[in-house]
């Protein structure tokens, strides 16, 4: 089994994440979370907020609907250009992404650059015309079922934010610069989803736009890119030999963008994106301007000065963190979860040593309550034997499994078993 499929039959097996609409067959390129998945993916939303919102006084949050007026779609270029090259093959009628039938094949590839590459489906060679496909989720709004009423699920968090910055800076005028962050469902009709929770139709974005002066683009770029290695490492805790920095080259980039860096993690399927911090300059905001007919400009409080905020985009997709903590902290040979304990579902597993024994039981559900109480993520558990259960829990990554014994009734202390080190300690219940 590769360590992909470990993880993926880890998932389903203890409640991490099940294939969307499982039930039905399934639907491409969604997957839902079930009652672990949901607190892992929970705590690193959490920790992100809490690190890029709740701790700087520069940066604010917004959360804005999904559905958009279209013209945002139109202004921010999405509706011409917010597309993939997409390619059938001829004999088996796949289709696939053109610029992913090979490595180092160019963003847009011309019919000439794949004519020699195999159809990864049926091994022939036979592609149709490259044409290209936009990614964005059409929906219709409203009750009249015309061109009038086409409406987009937004495919970024990002235009949510740019078109609130006016209304952020007429109501509460920060001081450049500052940052909005928001976090929220992001839809793509990716042609070829893949790679479990990678490559998603449906995913979560965790994006900030900074808005800085313009002059300041450089000095704001390397602090927002320290920022960014210091939650990937110090905050989620993945292995920094796990993490490669990628500088854009210009050719590579989005033809507004000065720099971006691709921030690349060792999945374990490859080496590929986790998240990117590009430079957008006004491009934005102009396009706003452009196609509200309303001014962006914004005047420093001190020097009375008008300019358009230039832009700077740290952009962090949730699934791809999870899939990250996922493969960085399973180890497959021992089937150990190592997460840490700000990250792991339960921080402490309180189970009675035997079900059937009443006062043990009582106990244990009267320290578990305790618990709870203090750290709201405890598990309970008295199913199989005290084995089974520590393999469970170091399954779904649990620090600390409490057990409550016959010598708990006498002195009041349990034994507090370490999941990595599997070493067992006794420890008054009033320490715990
Ligand atoms: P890729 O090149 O992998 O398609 P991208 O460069 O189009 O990604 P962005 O548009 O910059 O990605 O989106 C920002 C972040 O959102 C990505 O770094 C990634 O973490 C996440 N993301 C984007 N598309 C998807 C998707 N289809 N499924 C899961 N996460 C995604």
Wanted: aromatic fraction near 12%; proline fraction near 5%.
């Amino acid at each position: 089994m590769s360590k992909l499929e470990g993880i993926v039959s880890l998932c389903k097996r203890r409640g991490f994440i099940f294939q969307g609409s499982e039930v039905y067959g399934g639907m491409a390129g969604t997957w839902d979370f079930g009652p672990l998945g949901v607190i892992l993916k929970r705590n690193i939303m959490n920790l992100w907020w809490k690190f890029w919102v709740l701790r700087r006084e520069d940066i604010l949050g917004v959360d804005a609907a999904i559905l958009m007026n279209p013209r945002t779609w139109v202004a921010s270029g999405h509706t011409e250009t917010f597309s993939d090259p997409l390619v059938e093959c001829k004999e088996c009628h796949q289709r696939f992404r053109a610029d992913k039938l090979a490595d180092n094949l160019p963003e847009h590839p011309t019919e000439k650059d794949i004519a020699e590459i195999n159809c990864p489906s049926c091994g022939k060679k036979n592609w149709s015309e490259i044409r290209e496909f936009n990614m964005m989720f059409r929906t219709k709004v409203g009750a009249v079922d015309d061109e009038k009423a086409t409406a987009y699920f937004r495919p970024e968090t990002a235009q949510g934010i740019f078109t609130n910055y006016k209304n952020v800076v007429d109501a509460i005028y920060p001081t450049v610069p500052f940052g909005l962050a928001q976090q929220g469902k992001a839809f793509r009709n990716e042609i070829s989803p893949r790679d479990f929770i990678f490559r998603d139709r449906e995913c979560e974005q965790m994006e900030i736009e900074y808005f800085v002066k313009p002059e300041t683009w450089e000095d704001e770029f390397e602090k927002l890119l320290t920022d960014c290695r210091k939650f990937l490492f110090e905050e989620i805790g993945l292995p920094k030999e796990m993490i490669h920095e990628e500088e854009v080259a210009a050719e590579d980039r989005a033809h507004y963008s000065k720099r971006t860096v691709d921030v690349n993690f060792d999945f374990p399927f490859g080496m590929d994106e986790l998240m990117g911090l590009a430079y957008r300059t006004d491009f934005d905001l102009r396009n706003i301007e452009r196609e509200s007919g309303k001014s962006m400009e914004y005047r420093d409080k001190n020097t009375g000065e008008t300019f358009v905020p230039h832009v700077i985009e740290p952009s962090f997709g949730v699934e791809r963190l999870v899939l990250a903590v996922l493969t960085a902290f399973y180890d497959e040979e021992k089937g150990v979860l190592r997460l840490p304990e700000k990250l792991a579902p339960y921080k402490f597993c309180v189970s009675p040593l035997l079900k059937n024994k009443p006062d043990l039981v009582v106990k244990a559900r009267e320290i578990y309550v305790t618990l709870r109480e203090k750290y709201t993520y405890v598990a309970w558990d008295d199913s199989g034997n005290i084995g089974k259960r520590y393999k469970k829990q170091d399954e779904i990554g649990t620090p600390k499994c409490v057990v409550i014994d016959f010598q708990t009734l006498e002195d009041e202390t349990v034994t507090v078993r370490d999941r990595d080190t599997a070493e067992q300690v006794r420890v008054e219940i009033k320490n715990l």
